[in-house]
């Protein structure tokens, strides 16, 4: 198997898969969708150790590496702004005002910026952000590593 | 070794084209063992493959 088809075929399954999920959630059967997925991830790693042209050597485990580095010293920073951001908006800490603390009691509270559902969806959408973040990443040490060079050869 | 070509010499120490490419145009710096596998697949020292100038030069652009 050509390495150009089994990326077909993992869009194929992504496909499927997405479709076998919202099913799943119509008919309210997650087992479908879980049975589903451990076979796409069977047959995956089958096609994987079809395919003949896969060649990773030091320049491509390199790019993978630095790519990854890269999209982890990023993606801590951002999570956890957000998340202690997320934490003191929850909690109303720390506030630096004295008459606060004073009169804790009778201060009105004001309202939370961010529900804790938001917090959550916001942290989901962050860890999908890191997705296109490694993608972003790859392709520049891709080219930076004479991914797209062209000779005259 | 006039005919030898970029793909020939990838697949003899496996590596891909793209990789012979990348340190042809001083875009990549190969590890001490790829040197190695270069030198030897040319029956060749290592200093008459790589030269420390150039690997400065791809450092820079690293």
Do not use: H
């Not at chain 1, 990854?68 to 702004?81: E, G, S």
């Not at chain 1, 997320?86 to 910026?113: H, K, T």
């Not at chain 2, 084209?17 to 001083?26: C, N, S, W």
């Amino acid at each position: 198997m050509e390495k150009n088809v089994f990326y077909l075929l993992i869009g194929v399954v992504a496909v499927i898969l997405l479709g076998i999920f919202w099913y799943s959630v119509e008919n309210f059967t997650p087992v479908i969708f879980s049975i589903s997925f451990l076979v796409a991830v069977i047959l995956l790693y089958l096609a994987y150790r079809r395919v003949e042209d896969f060649v990773e050597d030091e320049r491509s485990a390199r790019i993978t590496e630095k790519a990854a580095m890269r999209t982890l010293q990023v993606f801590w920073v951002c999570f956890c702004a957000f998340s202690i951001l997320a934490v003191m908006n929850l909690l109303y800490l720390p506030r630096f005002n004295r008459e606060f603390w004073m009169n804790r009691q009778s201060m009105i509270v004001p309202p939370e910026l961010l529900s804790p559902k938001m917090i959550g969806y916001t942290q989901l959408a962050l860890l999908c952000l890191m997705i296109f973040l490694y993608v972003g990443f790859r392709i520049y040490y891709a080219r930076k590593f004479g991914e797209w060079e062209t000779d005259e050869e | 070794m006039q005919d030898l070509t970029q793909e020939d010499l990838a697949k003899a120490i496996g590596v891909t084209r793209q990789t012979i490419l990348a340190i042809e145009k001083g875009k990549y710096i190969p590890s001490l063992d790829l040197a190695f596998r270069i030198s030897r697949y040319f029956k060749v020292d290592i200093e008459e493959v790589f030269s420390y100038e150039d690997m400065q030069r791809t450092v820079d652009i690293d």
